[in-house]
């Protein structure tokens, strides 16, 4: 009987102790930079001070040290130190460009929120102004930072004017941020916890005002709401307006022009070594927005196409009725299927997407070229006219095994420096344009015969593209597309706002780029405002 009091007392500090152990756990995972993977994304408080229509804003929903942190944490041993330089060095190149010193000015106290916003005088027009916000991480630290802030801006020969707006007191003067030539700069403390940097007195007045009204700010904007809702998790919360879609984030004009899309709301999050983007595409009222979703037997068609891919290949894509994707998209199909490479011959990928009602498989790799369809369609006979007017001539092709081989060529002169053959009157060769062959239910079109066979005999399927893919986790979505580290790169270098985060970081970051996918699928439509929206997923991949 004298054993039952101990054994209970055992098993009450076993509980106890394991209770402390599984606190303490749960306290290091919450800490820890891991989780920004999982950060929720949330209403930022400084999104009450920016006006519905500013032209772009940007929220980092984390302080400034965990980002560098997570990119520590996840990186390959040998390269943990050069991953999170990089991060570093873009976190500080981007506070530098607004004037500001992160290590010395910021590093001590600031806190998980910060934001900017451009800002126009009217609806729709150019950015001409900017508002900057910083929440510190404790009551003291924002005061001592404008305190600082002031005193080194005043020493450098910055006249102050303290004033009262809204009950709130203002600094404001024309001085110089660091490193930068004077220009108009005024704060103010909110809470004690949150500095307002704008440029101007009347910028940030402007500021004020909107934060006292519902119906102009954007925090109480209910389709900003509703987009955080969509979106869900996400470290970094962007919006921009049709104004700065092209001139700040690179968007192409056919899509930026008049009656296109008129606003984006994106989340970017870490996840594992990529970095995940989901973004919501408002368009314009009556705009097309890509097909939809397949049917069922078309989604299957999809699939079967996939699983019969067999061979290398850098750059991957499943398209979904090609043949009805408007014109506002007709560009960014084309960038996907390279039309117009290769001079006519690029051609000749474009005539068999216009003609297919999908879906359509698109693969290119070292071997050239390769493209999958259902055996009937399209009927090669429906693009025999086109094929003609670009000078191709089609012929039955003999091959050992496959008897419905199919090639298109064009007789054309031999180039500058070529020999021609002996005979006299040998002037002109035949080059082949593209293949086709029927595999059971399928049709591949090549560049040359030697992709086709490639795709015949070959027992490897191109996983690491597949993989991009599935991780995408939008199997119905009218566009699928993976690309290798090469086309990954090539394509974030000639994209305006990776050149300017490059410069931000001082070294350039393709390199570190080994993959990109992304996906595109109609969104949902608003019948009050007659538009819709367009969703759109992307990940890239770092070794």
Known sequence: MKARPFLAFVLAAVLLLLSLAAAGW??????????????PLVSPRAARF??????????????????????????????RRQA????????????????????????????????LALLANEPGGAADGWLLSLRSRDADGARRFLQRFWQTRSLAGTDLQISSYRGMGLISGRGALVGTTPVPI????????????????????????????????????PSFQQALGRLGKGAVLLTAQAEVLGSWLGMPAQLTGAGAVQELVASLRPDGRSLALEALLRLAPGAASPPPAPTAAAG???????????????????????????????PLLAAVLRVGEGGGDGLFPALVAAADPGPLLWSAGSQGWLLGTAVDQPDPASLEQGLAAQGLTAAPLPVEGDASVMVWTRLEAPT??????REEGAVLQASLAGARASQGQLAWWGQNLAVLQEQRESRQTPRLRLAQLAALDQPQASLQWAMAAGPAQALLQRWSTWQLLSGLAGRPLAPAVQG????????????????RTVHLSARVGFG
Do not use: C
Not at 26 to 39: I, N, T
Not at 516 to 531: H, K, M, Q, R, V
């Open 300 to 330: 299957d068609g999809g699939l079967a196409l996939l699983a019969a891919l067999q061979g290398q290949s850098d750059s991957l894509a499943l398209v979904q009725q090609p043949s009805l994707w408007p014109e506002l998209w007709q």
């Open 50 to 79: 920016v006006p519905r229509q500013a032209p772009l804003s940007l929220y980092l929903l984390t302080d400034g040290q965990r980002p560098e942190g997570y990119a520590r944490a996840v990186a390959p041993g040998r390269q």
């Open 416 to 421: 500058a420096g070529r020999r021609i053959g």
């Open 84 to 115: 999170a330089d990089a991060v570093a060095g873009l976190r500080d190149g981007a506070f530098a460009a607004a004037g500001l010193d992160y290590p010395a000015e910021l590093a001590s106290w600031l806190g998980p929120e910060l934001g």
């Open 516 to 531: 990109l996918s992304l996906s595109l699928e109609p969104g949902d439509s608003n019948s009050e405002s007659n538009s």
């Open 186 to 221: 005024a704060t103010a403390l909110v809470n004690d916890d949150l500095v307002l940097i704008a440029s101007g007195r009347g910028v940030l007045e402007q500021a004020l005002d909107v934060s006292q009204i519902d119906e102009l700010n954007q925090a109480a904007s």
């Open 26 to 39: 749960w306290l290091v995972l919450q800490r820890s930079p891991l989780q920004l993977q999982h950060q």
